[in-house]
Each structure stands twice: as structure tokens, then as C-alpha cells.
């Protein structure tokens, strides 16, 4: 399983992202995929998770990010994304996605594979 995180970089607070993780083919069908982020010095903070049955995507998300991040895919494409929206000074993290087990899980603990990260720095 190999995961590619991309699509951060500087934008204004109030401002949107879409964050992208590319993987290998079948991964978004056998595992489910979390996005977490972390503050240097910090251990990794879960933000989302889903787990696709057919185009059906069960989903959780963090309570602090509810209502601002929002997971999708684009199945032709191999590629989940994470929609942040009302960005603020203290999203500024490195952002990563990570392919799990058979269940949605918030724990970092329970997914195997990680990609890179990628930096997302929100300008106040």
C-alpha cells in the first residue's frame, strides 16, 4: 500500500483547501483511510476517517473539525481528498492520510500505512 499526500501549502485564516491522497489501486476498497494532522513536538491528531463499501462511505470525524473538513473521493482517480474550509491560524500543522483496517478507527495506533504529509501553514 503506498499513500501520497499533497495540496498543502500557505493560505489566509478564513480561507479553503483541499488536501489529496493518492494510493495505490484497491486501497480505498480494502481499508479504511483517516486523515490526522500534528503539531511539531505533538503526537498525531486524528481529524477524519472513512471506509468506502462500493460508493457508499461510512464516515467520522473529529468533533473540533466537524462542520469545517469534509472527506470525498474520486474513485477513477485512486484519490481521496479532505475539504477544509473557515481555515484558521492554528490548522497550521503537517497533514497526513494513512490506510487502516476494516473499520473506521480514530486511533493512529490502528492504521498500518502513512504517506508523507503534507505542510499546511494558515496566515492570520
Do not use: M
Amino acid at each position: 500500500v503506498q499513500l501520497q499526500a499533497s495540496g498543502g501549502g500557505l493560505v489566509q485564516a478564513g480561507g479553503s483547501l483541499r488536501l489529496s491522497c493518492a494510493a495505490s489501486l484497491h486501497t480505498f476498497s480494502n481499508y479504511s483511510i483517516g486523515w490526522f494532522r500534528q503539531y511539531p513536538g505533538k503526537e498525531r491528531e486524528f481529524l477524519a476517517a472513512v471506509k468506502w463499501s462500493g460508493s457508499v462511505g461510512s464516515t467520522t470525524y473529529a468533533d473540533s473539525v466537524k462542520g469545517r473538513f469534509t472527506i470525498s473521493r474520486d474513485k477513477d482517480k485512486n484519490t481521496e481528498y479532505l475539504q477544509i474550509d473557515s481555515l484558521k491560524p492554528e490548522d497550521t500543522a503537517v497533514y497526513y492520510c494513512a490506510a487502516g483496517g476494516a473499520y473506521l478507527s480514530t486511533s493512529s495506533r490502528d492504521y498500518a500505512y502513512w504517506g508523507q504529509g503534507t505542510l499546511v501553514t494558515v496566515s492570520s
